[in-house]
Structures are given as C-alpha cells and as structure tokens.
C-alpha cells in the first residue's frame, strides 16, 4: 500500500509536536545540524511564538509553518522564517523522528511546502542554508532545483555555533518552471 504525502499549515493543535521535538531532540543530531545544546533556551517560549505567528496575516509573520503528513499523521515540520514579504525567505526543515530521516520524507514535505511559501508570501526567491557536513539536506536542495550560491562560515542563528553552510536559493522563475 502507497503511503499518501502531504503538507498543511500548521494549526495549534500541532504546537505540540514541534516543541516536543526541539525539548527532547539528541545531542548528536543537534550538532549535526550546528546546533549548540545549550543555546536551546530560546525555544523556552516557542508555542507562544509559533502560536503568535499563527494569528498574524502573512503580510507579518516573521516564519510560516507546514506539518508533513503520511496517511494524515504528522512526522514533520518544514517552516520558513526571515521573512521578507514579497521578497525572500529562509527555509529550514525538520524529521522528528530519527528512524524516518534519510527516507525522503524531507524532500515529500519540502516538495509540497515550496508552493504554499511562493504563493501565500510572494516571494521571488527561497533560501536554504544547512550545516555544509549535514549531506541529507544538501541533496535534498539539488533535487529539488535549488541552485548552490556559495560555501561561507556563518552563525546563521543565535543558536549555532559558527559553521560552514552550503548557501542555497529557489527563484521563483525555477519554481515555476519546476513546480507549476
């Protein structure tokens, strides 16, 4: 039997599931991603912002999030923020559990969530950045007709460390000729 992919904006019901996942996430899997365990102290109010976020109209969200589905359970989230509308996001993206990562569960879900950001963001370009030695995430990118921009060493967040990322971008006459 086929499993059936899809992708929904998240609701508050699903809150849940992101910061049980970000409270209970391995060390090993945080540094694979550049993460610092113990910068993690900024999720300590994450279902109020995600929660926030829902309510704003997309003209002000600062980050959109989609639930991946299989068979209408969740395994996933996928979500943007650095959101300038009509001009650019930052995409980043996130299997649960371990044992469904390197599945290509991640290329399902950004598959179906690339769309929804380019239409109800209107964006001209979608950006990427993972952890240059996180190799799942890079592929997945090049699959989906991201083209590589550069390798730099960032911070790309207050919670990693300084690292070396794989900068990448979908444009959206891509997108279109890809997605549409």
């Given at each position: 039997m086929e499993n059936l992919f899809a992708v929904k904006e998240i609701e508050k019901k699903d809150i849940q599931h992101i910061v049980q996942y970000w409270s209970t996430i391995s060390t090993s899997h945080l540094e694979s991603m550049g993460i610092k365990r113990e910068e993690l102290?900024?999720?300590?109010?994450?279902?109020?912002?995600?929660?926030?976020?829902?309510?704003?109209?997309?003209?002000?969200?600062?980050a959109l999030f989609m639930i991946g589905l299989i068979d209408g359970k969740p395994y996933g989230h996928c979500y943007v923020n650095s959101i300038k509308f009509r001009e650019e996001a930052h995409m980043h993206l996130h299997i649960w559990n371990s044992d469904r990562r390197q599945k290509g569960l991640g290329s399902q879900m950004v598959k179906r969530s690339i769309p929804y950001f380019f239409k109800n963001l209107e964006?001209?370009?979608?950006?990427?950045?993972?952890y240059y030695l996180n190799s799942a995430p890079n592929k997945t990118l090049v699959k989906l007709g991201f083209q590589f921009e550069k390798c730099y060493v960032s911070k790309p967040s207050g919670w990693n460390f300084e690292l070396k990322v794989h900068r990448w971008k979908l444009t959206k006459p891509v997108f279109k000729e890809k997605f549409m």
């Open positions: 102290y900024i999720y300590a109010n994450l279902g109020e912002y995600i929660e926030k976020q829902i309510s704003l109209p997309y003209e002000q969200k600062s964006i001209k370009n979608l950006i990427s950045e993972p």
